[in-house]
């Protein structure tokens, strides 16, 4: 073997290495780039994945606030369990319902449930001890 070829094949095989460099470096880059976009598109994920259950949580807490109330309020009548007299002053209270229908609401209220009517009987009576009592 001369120094020529030698100087050749050492020049070849320096190339070959400098090709493979670059190629491998690319294939790295690439790898590198669609790592952070999988990593970033999962996260995304998993972030709007918490932030709808977080919502889901907070609403579900939520459910007996204003929100499930107004829900409440474009029905046409009131429920005839235990709670819905108590429902009703809600609505009123805040605003959800004018005096007249209330009034409306808490007739059809009386008339569906006598246990109701107690009820309402019993909390008149104490709130006119209270104003009652308040006033000597």
């Not at 400098?18 to 996260?43: E, F, H, N, Q, R």
């Not at 209220?109 to 009987?121: K, V, Y």
Request: charged content about 25%; cysteine-free; proline content about 1%.
């Amino acid at each position: 073997m001369t120094l020529r070829t030698i100087a050749l094949a050492t020049l070849a095989a320096i190339g070959l290495f400098v090709v493979l460099s670059v190629v491998l470096t690319l294939v790295s880059i690439v790898v590198g780039l669609l790592t952070t976009l999988v990593v970033t598109v999962v996260a995304l994920a998993v972030l709007v994945l918490a932030a709808v259950g977080l919502y889901r949580i907070v609403s579900w807490s939520l459910d007996g606030s204003s929100t499930g109330r107004e829900r409440d309020s474009s029905r046409d009548d009131v429920g005839t369990d235990g709670d819905s007299l108590e429902q009703l002053q809600d609505r009123y209270v805040e605003g959800g319902l004018s005096e007249a229908e209330y009034e409306r609401e808490l007739e059809r209220l009386m008339e569906n449930d006598p246990a109701g009517r107690d009820r309402l009987d019993l909390d008149r009576d104490r709130d006119l001890e209270d104003s009652f009592s308040s006033r000597n």
